[in-house]
């Protein structure tokens, strides 16, 4: 188990936080003929998208998980998220079980032969969005993500995206600073997939900038209301969200609102909502964000795969999900050089023309990859080993 920090390449500010540097966890798990499983915590330093942090998810996995994993035999991966789930306070550390339920798919796949793709069904080919910018057989589309920068930056990066391949670009937003960036990225960039990320920042007083924001034609609008204004309870947030997307002609697409088991059967309730964002980290794993898909797909509800500013192992987990039926938005897969210096994977996460390879010839199984341990030591601020 790793504990590292990256720091970015430029801050990255969102309308809830500005982060210099990135801590991950990284798991290492290792079977007897001396195969390798690795994945990633995406949790945060801090609490300010979920309230599951690195420190909590570190004593969780080393007091809890990691010992069930050891203890435990499992036929097939998918066996495992129900021990994990198991274990005490497993529910409020989601992120640390899909580090440990993901390395034991990558395990299994390289143990089987078989690619994290084939393992959840996916297809080889990507169906693109809107029927543009075809993606070759065996790859994933990426998409670019653009923070709050002034109008002039938004835009120079937007168009450099999408010079690079890059079909979907992601814009963050907040109040006062959103629809004159929106309009010149749209405007600039009229043929990709332009997504508004407000991280919750919104509320029903600035239905007038909503209405403004929906005239532009985006792809979509990621959580653009405050779950505490006005907030009565837990379930306040989605009857908003259903009520404002019965409102408006683009797409809401929920997030960081569902934290809970309570939130997820919500959000699939709740009349009117039909986006999502899938982060594999944030439902625990791959076999419950594959029943969540699932669940959205059987209501017909649009899904596409989030980013967590993380590295090539959780990016190339969640490339293999963008190539499930019916997710036809590429996701927040972008190259790590947009954020990082280096890349702890081998062979390094890199897009050509916008899409990633998922298994290229060196690493044919599993996730695709390997680690770096030259350039992970680097990084590491402490290494725990468990047997």
């Not at 998810?57 to 495992?80: G, M, N, Q, S, T």
């Not at 600035?206 to 204004?229: F, H, K, N, Q, V």
């Not at 419950?288 to 987990?317: C, H, N």
């Amino acid at each position: 188990l790793h504990r590292i920090a990256q720091p970015f390449v430029s801050p990255v500010k969102t309308a809830k936080a500005t982060l210099t540097e990135r801590e991950s966890l990284i798991v290492e798990l290792f079977d007897a003929q001396g195969n390798v499983g690795i994945g990633e915590d995406v949790a945060f330093s801090t609490p300010w998208y979920l309230p599951e942090t690195i420190d909590d998810d570190l004593r969780f996995l080393k007091d809890h998980a990691i010992p069930r994993v050891l203890e435990d035999v499992y036929l097939h991966p998918r066996e495992a998220y129900a021990s994990l789930a198991s274990c005490p306070q497993a529910h409020t550390h989601r992120m640390a079980i899909a580090a440990l339920e993901c390395a034991l798919w990558d395990l299994y796949g390289k143990r089987a032969g078989k690619t994290m793709r084939e393992l959840i069904g996916a297809r080889a080919q990507w169906e693109g969005w809107r029927n543009t910018a075809p993606c070759p057989r065996g790859m994933a589309p990426g998409g670019a993500v653009i923070g709050l920068v002034p109008v002039d930056e938004a835009v120079e990066l937007a168009k450099r995206a999408y010079e690079q391949g890059y079909r979907r670009i992601k814009l963050k937003i907040a109040p006062g600073d959103d629809f004159k960036r929106a309009h010149a990225v749209r405007t600039a960039v009229p043929d990709a997939a332009v997504m508004l990320d407000a991280n919750q920042s919104y509320t029903e007083v600035d239905m007038s900038t909503l209405r403004r924001l929906d005239s532009l034609g985006c792809a979509g609008i990621e959580e653009p209301l405050d779950p505490d204004y006005e907030a009565r309870s837990r379930l306040t947030i989605f009857s908003r969200l259903g009520s404002l997307q019965f409102q408006m002609k683009t797409t809401l697409f929920l997030d960081e609102s569902i934290v809970t088991d309570e939130d997820m059967r919500a959000a699939l309730t709740t009349r009117n909502i039909r986006g999502y964002v899938l982060k594999i980290g944030k439902f625990g794993g791959v076999l419950p964000a594959l029943q969540f898909y699932q669940a959205a797909r059987a209501r017909g509800a649009e899904v596409w795969m989030g980013g967590m500013y993380d590295t090539g192992i959780s990016k190339r987990l969640h490339a293999a999900f963008g190539l499930l039926p019916g997710v036809s938005l590429p996701g927040d897969i972008s190259d790590t050089s947009r954020y990082f210096a280096t890349d702890i994977t081998t062979p390094p996460f890199v897009l050509a023309n916008g899409n990633l390879q998922l298994n290229p010839p060196e690493a044919p199984f599993g996730l695709g990859c390997g680690l770096n341990h030259d350039l992970l030591a680097q990084i590491t601020k402490r290494t725990w080993e468990f047997e």
